[in-house]
């Protein structure tokens, strides 16, 4: 079997902070398994995400460790939300959850 570069079948967390307590809300159970990077994801990421990654590296090089000065970084730097608008603290933030899930 090929490997592949995302896990197709990986559960989805019902729920943003994941459960202490091995298998509830659908995670698998902690050191049950290996969990490469490869696997732990349900999509390859996308030039939107390769460039907020980009994009974030850059802001925190800089010391930025508060939401609102990463919110002006991204923004001075021009990498803007997926719609191409300025990123807000609160547009950021339900980003990060979408991304996290």
């Known amino acids: 079997m090929a490997q ?3 896990n197709p ?3 989805t967390w ?7 307590e091995p298998g509830q809300g659908h995670i698998e159970v902690p050191g049950g398994f290996a969990n490469p ?3 732990t ?3 390859v990421p996308g030039p939107f995400e390769l460039e ?7 802001v925190f090089a800089e010391g930025v460790t508060e939401l609102d000065a990463l919110v002006d970084g991204l923004n001075a730097r021009d990498r803007h939300d997926r719609n191409g608008r300025p990123w807000t603290q609160e547009s950021f933030l339900r980003e990060m959850a979408v991304l996290g899930q």
């Not at 907020?52 to 850059?58: G, S, Y």
């Open 14 to 20: 019902q729920r943003i902070i994941p459960s202490s």
């Open 37 to 39: 990077v490869w696997q």
């Open 52 to 58: 907020l990654v980009e994009a974030l590296e850059e």
């Open 9 to 11: 079948q990986l559960k």
């Open 41 to 43: 994801r349900q999509s």
């Open 4 to 6: 592949q570069d995302y």
